[in-house]
């Protein structure tokens, strides 16, 4: 009897782990650009010049990231405290253009002085993260001796707060790697199942 060579068509060996590598693969470069579109983008960040009086800056999204160049600050007595009752960032308040920001900066030394007053800054430039301060604010109102919505109005002050230090760009970078290795590696796995193993 003669023999008889079939052949097989290999791309259809695995056709349903084949097309879960490539789905899941889809559904990861989505996330990737949905993120840098829709949520925090880590790799482009706007840059704002404080020294320009006619810029005009709004974020367009909670935690958004912005380089500022060149502001004015001026300390403003507030401060935050760690676990360790030591003092991690002192709060100072510059402007970008007619409107003005509270600015967190990292304490350079573990201060356990809590009285200290810092010397203000001048064409200080930093990565910043914006964050949310109602702490601050409700402090920096009460010393005033107005409610929250009367400091805004009457200060023309952002509410919210520019993080110069621990911010959460570092992270994002890694979740975006992150995911980007696991899309290329859905998809050469893929590509491994359209052939016989």
Known sequence: M???????????????LRW????LGIVFGIVIIGGLLFWRNPFFIPSV???DTGTVWYPEEEASYVKV?????????????????SISGYY????????????EIQAETEDSGLSQAMPDLSDYSFLAQTTEGTEVFEKAAESEGLTLEEYFETYHIS???LL??????????LCYVIAFLMML?????????????
């Not at 879960?20 to 789905?23: A, K, N, S, T, V």
């Not at 160049?69 to 009752?85: I, P």
């Not at 402007?95 to 600015?103: A, H, R």
């Not at 590696?185 to 193993?197: D, P, T």
Request: proline share 1%.
């Open 159 to 161: 509410d919210r707060v």
């Open 92 to 103: 100072y308040i510059g402007s970008i253009g007619e409107q003005s920001w509270f600015v």
């Open 185 to 197: 590696g859905c998809f050469v796995a893929g590509r491994l199942f359209s052939y016989e193993a």
């Open 20 to 23: 879960l590598f490539y789905g």
């Open 164 to 173: 110069a230090y621990d911010t959460s760009r570092e992270r994002d970078i």
């Open 69 to 85: 160049e060149d502001m004015d600050l001026q300390f403003t007595g507030f401060y935050t405290v760690n676990a360790a009752e």
């Open 49 to 51: 010049n404080a020294a």
């Open 2 to 16: 003669e023999k008889q060579e079939i052949k097989s068509d290999q791309k259809k060996r695995y056709p349903a």
